[in-house]
């Protein structure tokens, strides 16, 4: 157990930037294992698949995690499609029109150029950003044929990500079998809602183990959550909410460095008003649509989930800066007004779940670079103790709340391929560890 303990502290050092030497003939093998864990020979692919594109990011294996480019593979099964990356200095890393007929070509693409351009270090291992895992899932899983069949059984529950998730882990697994593949999951963080969170009021025939509030963007509130960590806030004692905004948008109420509710639910349609999905809506609504107007499922779904939302209020795009731009049009303004109105009011529900509010986090692409909509979010909630900074939200500062002000308002980037590398990383050192103790 001692050479274990040493092994174990050893991975937690080079983990830190400060690597031990281990000495002996049986921690050889140990040594070389963290040294491939934590040198740069070896590299981190991260990939988030989606309809018609391949987001991806990758990552020097070593105790920072450096990214050393990221891009996409966009417009895949067109004509001519996209692959592009850029560089950690923004400068444009290769941009190239290409045939990409189907995910499979797609990845096989990326892997040989994501080989190519490593200039001799190899790939460890991919991480996958999963929509779903499941109720039972509450951390990230290696790939295996079990759990691929496990994933394809929860298809219904995340129609239009999950299959496109799938087929990223398929298409790696065909190309190249040998690489260790890792699934995490967007809705982990909040495995442990408390029950009453969880619970749909529906009868109880149909609260079942798979019918119940799950919510999202986990990974971006993971990532959010060990950023403050690292920057010294006791995660432990505050009562903190995280706002990811985005073209997907959802908030977190976190206690104890634990989400205790969310506004998401069953599926990432419900809470807050996002760039295409409707958010909270009037089932009342749905069934006349679908009685009175003769709207299919399928149509349903596509209303729901591609046509509302700031694009289908504005009638002009899902982007908010293209929005806030056209402050000429009044359906636009009126997209923003309403954006910013449901936000609030789900803001100042989750404090009621908190009891109070120490830390608001504002992330995503909205969250982390609109300063126009941090404002109007905030706007009002003096009574919470929220008061900005005017001229700090205006220049984009991390911390954007008054120095007098009893709640912390801040401005995060998130970084979820981040997030994903690490879970790969803690992953392979921690079968690292069981393989060589089994040897010791």
Do not use: W
Request: hydrophobic fraction near 45%; charge should be positive.
């Amino acid at each position: 157990m001692h050479d274990v303990g040493l092994l174990r502290r050893a991975i937690a050092r080079y983990f830190k930037g400060t690597p031990i030497r281990l000495r002996g003939k049986r921690n050889r093998g140990a040594s070389a294992i963290v040294t491939a864990l934590a040198s740069n020979n070896s590299a981190i692919l991260v990939i988030n698949t989606g309809s018609s594109s391949v987001k991806f990011a990758l990552f020097d294996a070593a105790s920072d995690l450096r990214r050393l480019f990221a891009g996409a593979l966009e417009r895949i099964g067109l004509p001519l499609a996209r692959f592009h990356a850029m560089d950690t200095a923004g400068s444009i890393f290769f941009d190239e029109e290409v045939t990409l007929p189907d995910h499979r070509e797609a990845l096989r693409r990326l892997i040989r150029v994501s080989q190519e351009k490593l200039g001799g270090k190899a790939l460890l291992a991919v991480g996958h950003r999963v929509v779903h895992g499941g109720p039972d899932c509450d951390c990230p899983l290696p790939v295996t044929r079990e759990l691929e069949a496990r994933l394809k059984r929860l298809i219904p529950m995340a129609a239009l990500h999950q299959p496109h998730n799938l087929a990223g882990i398929s298409a790696v697994r065909e190309i190249a079998p040998h690489l260790l593949q890792i699934a995490c999951f967007d809705m982990a963080f909040h495995h442990r809602l408390p029950r009453i969170a969880q619970l749909l009021s529906l009868p109880r025939e149909y609260q079942t183990h798979e019918i119940r509030r799950y919510g999202f963007h986990g990974l971006s509130y993971e990532y959010a959550i060990e950023a403050l960590r690292e920057r010294g806030v006791d995660i432990e004692k505050e009562r903190i909410i995280v706002a990811h905004l985005g073209n997907g948008a959802s908030m977190c109420a976190i206690k104890h460095g634990q989400s205790v509710e969310t506004t998401m639910g069953f599926s990432t349609l419900a809470g807050l008003m996002m760039g295409t999905r409707t958010g909270d809506l009037d089932p009342g609504a749905i069934l006349y649509l679908m009685t009175e107007k003769g709207m299919t499922t399928e149509a349903m779904q596509h209303l729901l989930y591609e046509r509302s939302g700031l694009l289908g209020v504005s009638g002009i795009s899902s982007n908010m800066r293209e929005l806030l731009g056209r402050g000429d049009n009044r359906a636009a303004r009126e997209a923003i007004e309403l954006f910013c109105y449901r936000a609030r009011s789900c803001l100042a529900a989750l404090t009621t779940v908190l009891g109070g509010l120490d830390r608001l986090v504002f992330t995503g692409g909205i969250g982390a670079n609109a300063s126009e909509i941090r404002e109007r979010i905030c706007d009002g909630l003096d009574y919470l103790g929220i008061e900005l900074d005017a001229a700090a939200n205006s220049a984009g500062a991390g911390t954007i709340s008054t120095p007098k002000a009893t709640v912390t308002v801040q401005a995060l980037a998130s970084d979820e391929e981040r997030m994903i590398a690490r879970h790969v990383l803690r992953f392979a050192a921690d079968r690292a560890l069981v393989q060589e103790a089994s040897h010791l």
